[in-house]
C-alpha cells in the first residue's frame, strides 16, 4: 500500500537558516506528491505538486522540492527561514493506478523558527 | 471567490447526540473528503465521494455516516457510536478522478465533548 513517511515531527532552524522538511514515499510507480503548509486551527494550503514534468519544483512562499525517484523522496526546502514559516507541514501522495481515488498523508512536521 | 466552507467552527456534543458538520463547496469539484486530525497523526480519512449519489468508507468510517446529494455539498454525522469523537475535522475537494490535482480545504470544525 501507498504510504509517506515525514521524518522529524518538530524542527527548529534560527531565522535565516536552510529549512529542510523531509518526505520519503513507498511506490512502485512515480505517484503524485503535494506539500502543505497548516497554521493553527486553520485548513491546509498547498505549497507545491510534483506531477511528473521538473524534478524541481517551485512553491509559493519561497519554497521549493525536488523529486528524487532512486530515493524516493520529496524533500522541501527555503534558503531562508522566516518568522511566518512557523507551521505544521504535511507531504501527500497520490497514486493514479491504485484505483482509490486517495490522498495519502505523513503525520506532519512543525517548523518552529527562532529569533 | 470560490472555495470550502465548513460550519460551524466549533461544535459541542452531549453524551448520546448525533451532530452534523456541515461542507459546501462551490469549486464546482467532482470529489469530495472527510478527514480526521489528532495531533501527531495526521489526516486520517473517513469517507469520500467521487459523485453525486456516492460514496465510499474510508479508514476510520465507524460511527460516522455521510450523504452526497447535491454536487456542492458533503455534510458529515457523527453519531453515537463515535466513542471518541473529539478532533478537528476537514473537508476537502479535488477537481476530479484526475489524482494530479490537488485537494482544497476547508477551515476545520473543531468537535468536542461536554
Known amino acids: 500500500a501507498q504510504s509517506v513517511t515525514q521524518l522529524g515531527s518538530h524542527v527548529s532552524v534560527s531565522e535565516g537558516a536552510l529549512v529542510l522538511l523531509r518526505c520519503n514515499y513507498s511506490s512502485s510507480v512515480p505517484p503524485y506528491l503535494f506539500w502543505y503548509v497548516q497554521y493553527p486551527n486553520q485548513g491546509l494550503q498547498l505549497l507545491l505538486k510534483?506531477?511528473?514534468?521538473?524534478?524541481l519544483v517551485k512553491g509559493i512562499n519561497g519554497f521549493e522540492a525536488e523529486f528524487k525517484k532512486s530515493e524516493t523522496s520529496f524533500h522541501l526546502t527555503k534558503p531562508s527561514a522566516h518568522m511566518s514559516d512557523a507551521a505544521e507541514y504535511f507531504c501527500?501522495?497520490?497514486?493514479?493506478?491504485?484505483?482509490?481515488?486517495?490522498?495519502?498523508f505523513g503525520t506532519g512536521t512543525r517548523l518552529k523558527v527562532l529569533a | 471567490d470560490g472555495g470550502i466552507t465548513q460550519s460551524p467552527k466549533y461544535l459541542f456534543r452531549k453524551e448520546g447526540q448525533n451532530v452534523t458538520l456541515s461542507c459546501e463547496q462551490n469549486?464546482?469539484?467532482?470529489?469530495m473528503y472527510w478527514y480526521r486530525q489528532d495531533p501527531g497523526q495526521g489526516l486520517r480519512l473517513i469517507y469520500y465521494?467521487?459523485?453525486?449519489?456516492?460514496?465510499q468508507k474510508g479508514d476510520i468510517a465507524e460511527g460516522y455516516s455521510v450523504s452526497r446529494e447535491k454536487k456542492e455539498s458533503f455534510p458529515l454525522t457523527v453519531t453515537s457510536a463515535q466513542k471518541n469523537p473529539t478532533a478537528f475535522y476537514l473537508c476537502a475537494s479535488s477537481i476530479s478522478r484526475a489524482m494530479r490535482q490537488p485537494q482544497h480545504f476547508g477551515d476545520g470544525t473543531r468537535l468536542s465533548i461536554l
Open positions: 469549486l464546482n469539484h467532482d470529489a
Open positions: 501527500a501522495v497520490s497514486d493514479p493506478t491504485s484505483g482509490t481515488y486517495k490522498y495519502i
Open positions: 510534483y506531477t511528473s514534468a521538473a524534478t
Open positions: 465521494s467521487q459523485i453525486v449519489n456516492d460514496f
